[in-house]
């Protein structure tokens, strides 16, 4: 049996976006800025996928901006942020539990002359409002906020947040990186007072290479890609019909029996956590099990690293991840356990286990039958 147990890294397409992206690249193949036939049949696909994304979010279809994905969406939050909004302000807050997609645009701006202040969390990976609140200022721009932790599931308090930094700092944009939320909560910018949100396709059942940024029409952000002047000059370069396509068709079947699904997810969630609990000293990282995201569940096998887990599990072929897919190859211990106060042995014992409604019951029962009798072969293995 393969049990794949690392969707937060990427997850497998729906048969329908398949079905779409084939399509667009092999029939309707035309370029959607051309005038003549071809053209407007392919930006129709675009138009719809902005049509179906802003339905979801209950905002204006041109407030949807296509973008190669995630990191893309949070660099042009963050960069085109900053640089639009300059002039009433230099400083920037961001929290230390940061996608590197955030952190590393965020180091970007410190070197350009910004101020960036890094907010703590709290023992479950949760933002502090109070360090917040003490911390935004009149002359605050920009303010970045993820809103599921992609290592442990940690949910920060969005509506809150959105409404402390408007109030504290009206001048203020605020930026949430959804990538691991959209298509698990049900999301509403304007209500939560989100002024940008990051997604990214291929987290939800889409292509790789397609995501999209939120730009309230109150927002002010810089392109940073110049050229033909394609989405109303903010993102120049034809646009991926096929990825974009894929993407519309992803949102909306993620959508779809929203809560049966997140039931589905709790459920396995519980279910692992409560097998794991039989096994001697592994502990459950981030908030209770049913606060926290309904796909992710951070866990530390003591006396066991993460790698040597990692590699042991694929033998039999369960997928998991040591971290982030983006950062698990590097040796350097996770920021985000790091901040969140755990210990060195923990973190490098740590790893992430991320479901999607394709998991089944079976599977997981798979996955705890190997972890109870991999564990103390290789606690043994690691004394000697």
């Not at 690392?6 to 729906?14: G, I, Q, W």
């Not at 036939?37 to 209950?58: C, D, F, H, M």
């Not at 029996?257 to 039989?278: D, Q, V, W």
Request: proline residues 4%; aromatic residues 6%; contains cysteine.
């Amino acid at each position: 049996m393969e049990v794949y147990f690392d969707n937060s890294a990427t997850t497998r397409c729906y048969e329908s976006v398949k079905d779409i992206v084939v399509k667009t690249m092999t029939e309707d193949y035309g370029n959607p800025s051309a005038m003549h036939r071809k053209g407007v049949e392919a930006e129709q696909y675009v138009k719809n996928a902005a049509k179906t994304i802003a339905g979801i979010l209950k905002v204006q279809e041109k407030e949807i901006l296509f973008t190669s994905g995630g990191t893309e969406s949070n660099n042009l939050a963050l960069i085109g942020g900053a640089l639009a909004n300059k002039r009433s302000g230099n400083h920037i807050v961001t929290t230390a539990v940061e996608h590197a997609a955030v952190s590393q645009p965020a180091a970007f701006l410190q070197e350009q002359g910004f101020e960036v202040t890094y907010l703590p969390v709290d023992r479950e990976g949760r933002v502090k409002l109070e360090a917040l609140e003490a911390v935004l200022r009149p002359d605050t721009i920009l303010v970045s906020v993820m809103y599921v932790n992609n290592e442990v599931g940690s949910v920060m308090p969005m509506e809150e947040i959105g409404k402390l930094v408007h109030e504290k700092s009206p001048k203020a944009l605020f930026h949430a990186d959804a990538i691991q939320a959209f298509g698990k909560y049900r999301i509403f910018p304007k209500k939560a007072g989100i002024d940008l949100l990051s997604v990214s396709g291929h987290k939800i059942h889409g292509p790789k290479g397609a995501g999209f940024l939120y730009i309230s029409e109150k927002a002010k952000v810089q392109p940073l890609i110049l050229g033909g002047g394609q989405q109303n000059g903010m993102r120049s370069g034809t646009d991926n019909v096929p990825g974009i396509a894929g993407l519309g068709i992803a949102a909306e079947e993620s959508y779809q029996n929203l809560e049966e699904k997140n039931e589905h997810l709790y459920s396995l969630k519980e279910r692992i956590a409560g097998g794991l609990s039989e096994i001697e000293n592994i502990k459950i990282n981030g908030m209770p099990l049913r606060e926290g995201a309904p796909h992710i569940l951070s866990i530390s096998v003591m006396g066991v690293r993460s790698e040597v887990l990692l590699h042991a599990l694929e033998d039999r072929d369960i997928y998991i991840s040591a971290g982030s897919a983006c950062s698990s190859h590097k040796r350097k211990p996770s920021a985000v356990l790091t901040a969140m106060g755990m210990p060195k042995e923990q973190i490098e014992s740590t790893v992430r286990l991320s479901f999607s409604e394709e998991n089944t019951e079976e599977e997981a029962n798979y996955f705890l039958q190997a972890m109870k009798e991999l564990v103390p072969v290789l606690r043994r293995y690691s004394r000697r």
